[in-house]
Each structure stands twice: as structure tokens, then as C-alpha cells.
């Protein structure tokens, strides 16, 4: 029997790693760079490209995702291929999850941990073919990935491949997407469900259309030629005009990720924590046959995660106006330390900032009593709450 169900807590991948990169040459521009300059957007470092962080208002990019659709740059993630008759093999070794039982046409989020059970990064997989899969890393940490899967490929008949430089990568997200894609592609879309993917025409241009985003929202990601980026931009603003469609920066991705309780990679997962301290266990597959790297200590972890977990992440909700902010400690009513934010913003939806934390288990029930965050020296209330703060109804 397949396993082919998306373990996600996120739909496909985005850079979420560190927003400023530590490279000292000048960051890399996507195809896209002379389109979000001449829409006046404001550009960042992120990840060792120039990416738009806004193009005005960030809260109203939110809002447009949440009520209509937003186009998202995302060309900076890091595309991998591993093909061959032992590719699958390959990716059961390498990763957590279970790929080789994966279907052609569909796609997995799961991880490549250390050796030590500690998470290198989040991924997601799509089989293309029999003998071919699409490794999709964080930009951050896309050098790192390569790295290791080509390490670790070393006995396989598989081929692990740096397909970075081949690949541009197009979001639409939001609950007009359907609507507007399917203005410019013949692809069933209505049956395409949620992680999934197959190859099509958008606009007149070839694309793997996968259905998978990191915004909560239903939405598609386009990956093609960079040669093509441009056009399929421009394509998807005119089909998305009536529809409210506006282009998205990496500051709205980030409320959007966090009010959906998505993970970010060098936030809510580092090398220092395992997918079981991250209450994300259920993507690896202890189950299946054969050694993986990091096997030992993830079923320590998971054993330990069963009993009592040293800790847990939950979600908080200020009642005040400040926002807590990633690093920031959480405490309890005697001011005694519990945890730590990883993340933190203004919710555009809510109305109130909100915050993912890591705390003792005693203390992550939602609607825990005495919880705050020291901001600054000022202990700040919060709720204790479950993730996500926000799930799209339909």
C-alpha cells in the first residue's frame, strides 16, 4: 500500500531560514528582478538573493491572500533532481520520510536530519517520474542539502543533480487562485488535489503545476524555465486584475506562515531539535524498512516524545498592543522561566500580535493561566492557544 497523504503542516516549501544571509558578495537577482523593481517594491538580502520583502503595505498584501490572491517571487528555493532506477532508495536513506512509496504526481513534506536526529532542513518532494523526484530546500540551505543528499547517494544507481540554476518559481495563493490559473492553463485543476502536481501549459509556457503553498491558503506553485518567469508574471497579473490579485512580498509571507502554524527553518526548527520536539513526528517513518540516517536517535526521541516531552510548541496570543518577538522568554505567573518565542508578529487577521513558542509541558494546555512574555523587561499576558492560529474553512 502507497503512502502518498501530505504530512504537512505547511503547503510547498518556502525560503524560511535566516532573513539576512552571511555571504560576502552581492546577492543574487531571480528572473523577476527587474519586474518587483519597476513595481517599486522594497528589496532585501534574503538567503543571499535580492528579494522583495513589500510592495506597499504588507498588511494589505495579507489581506489580499486571505480574501482573494496574492503572486509570490519564490525563485530563490533550492531545486534538487535525484533520478535514476534507485532514486527512491536513495531518498528512504537519506530523509525521514518514506518517498520510495510516494506516487508519480504527488508530493511529500518531510525532512533531512543529521546524524544526530537534529533537522538540517524541511523539504518538500515531488515524484515526477518512476525514477525521478524534484528536492525542493529552503534557499538557505539549499548548498547544505545538496551536500548531504549527494553524500549520501554514494552505492545508489540514483544521480543527485544541482537543478537550482534551472528552475524559476511563481505562487499564487489565495482563494481566487483556482479562478485565475485556470484562465491560463487547459491542466485539470479541480483535480488536482492538495500536494500534488503534474506538468502543463500556463499561458503557453510549460510548468509543473503543483498545488501546495506556505500560506494557508489554497493556491498553486508554478515551477519553469527562468526564460519564462517574466512572461507567466505578467500572464498571471492580468488574469488575477478582476480578482483582486496584488504581488506579495516575503514580510506578508511570514504573517500569512505564522498564522497558519507553519514552521520556519532557523525559528521553529534548527539543527538542534528533532521533528518530534517540533511536534512534527508524524513525517518520519520509523516504519520502514531499512537504516536512515539518524534512525537511532529519532527513535530515542520518539520514545522520549511518547513519555514526556521536554517540551512543546504552542500558540500565544497577546492581549496587549507589543509584539513578542522571536528569542524573547516566556515565563508564568512567578516570572520563572518556561520557554522561549520563535516566532512573532502583528496578525493581520486576528487583530492582536501572536507569537509560536517552545514551553514545558506543563504549561502548553490552551487557555493555560499566568503565561506571559518578557518584552523588554515588561512581563506581557498572553493565551496559551492551539495551532494554527487561522484554517481556511474551504
Not at 508519480?104 to 515524484?127: H, K, P, W
Not at 544521480?159 to 479562478?179: C, E, H, I, K, T
Amino acid at each position: 500500500m502507497t503512502d502518498d497523504t501530505p504530512d504537512a503542516p505547511r503547503a510547498a516549501h518556502t525560503s524560511r531560514a535566516a532573513h539576512t544571509s552571511h555571504a560576502t558578495h552581492a546577492p543574487r537577482a531571480t528572473a523577476l528582478d527587474a519586474v518587483h523593481r519597476a513595481l517599486g517594491a522594497t528589496m532585501t538580502d534574503f538567503a543571499g538573493w535580492s528579494m522583495p520583502l513589500r510592495y506597499g503595505s504588507e498588511r494589505a498584501e495579507h489581506q489580499a491572500v486571505r480574501t482573494a490572491a496574492g503572486l509570490f517571487d519564490l525563485s530563490h528555493m533550492g531545486e534538487v533532481t535525484v533520478e535514476g532506477p534507485a532514486a527512491g532508495d536513495l531518498l528512504d536513506h537519506a530523509l525521514v520520510g518514506r518517498l520510495g512509496a510516494l506516487r508519480v504526481g504527488r508530493a511529500r513534506y518531510t525532512m533531512i536530519c543529521d546524524a544526530n536526529g537534529g533537522i538540517l532542513d524541511d523539504l518538500i518532494v515531488y515524484r515526477l517520474a518512476d525514477d525521478t523526484f524534484l528536492v525542493v530546500a529552503n534557499a538557505a540551505n539549499a548548498a547544505t542539502v545538496l551536500a548531504a543528499l549527494t553524500e549520501r547517494g554514494a552505492g545508489f544507481d540514483a544521480a543527485v543533480r544541482d537543478d537550482r540554476d534551472a528552475y524559476a518559481l511563481l505562487a499564487v495563493q489565495g482563494p481566487a487562485s483556482p479562478a485565475i490559473l485556470g484562465r491560463l492553463t487547459d491542466a485539470d485543476l479541480p483535480g488536482l488535489k492538495y500536494y500534488t502536481g503534474l506538468p502543463g501549459a500556463v499561458a503557453g509556457r510549460r510548468a509543473l503545476i503543483a498545488r501546495t503553498g506556505y500560506t494557508g491558503e489554497d493556491g498553486f506553485e508554478l515551477f519553469c524555465a527562468p526564460a519564462d518567469a517574466e512572461p507567466l508574471w505578467h500572464a498571471l497579473t492580468e488574469a488575477g486584475r478582476e480578482d483582486g490579485l496584488v504581488p506579495c512580498g516575503l514580510a506578508c509571507r511570514d504573517t500569512l506562515r505564522l498564522e497558519a502554524g507553519m514552521p520556519l527553518y532557523g525559528n521553529e526548527l534548527t539543527t538542534a531539535t528533532t521533528p518530534f520536539d517540533a511536534g512534527l513526528g508524524r513525517v518520519v517513518k520509523l516504519d520502514k524498512p531499512g537504516d536512515f540516517v539518524g534512525r537511532g536517535p529519532l527513535e530515542a526521541a520518539a520514545a522520549r516524545a511518547a513519555s514526556r516531552p521536554p517540551r512543546a510548541l504552542v500558540g500565544l496570543v497577546a492581549r496587549g498592543r507589543r509584539v513578542p518577538r522571536s528569542g524573547y522568554p516566556v515565563v508564568d505567573a512567578s516570572g520563572a522561566v518556561i520557554g522561549e518565542v520563535t516566532s512573532g508578529a502583528p496578525s493581520p487577521t486576528l487583530g492582536r500580535p501572536i507569537a509560536m513558542a517552545y514551553v514545558s509541558p506543563e504549561h502548553a494546555a490552551p487557555g493555560t493561566e499566568g503565561v506571559g512574555v518578557d518584552i523588554r523587561g515588561t512581563v506581557e499576558p498572553h493565551d496559551v492557544v492551539a495551532l494554527p492560529f487561522y484554517a481556511r474553512t474551504t
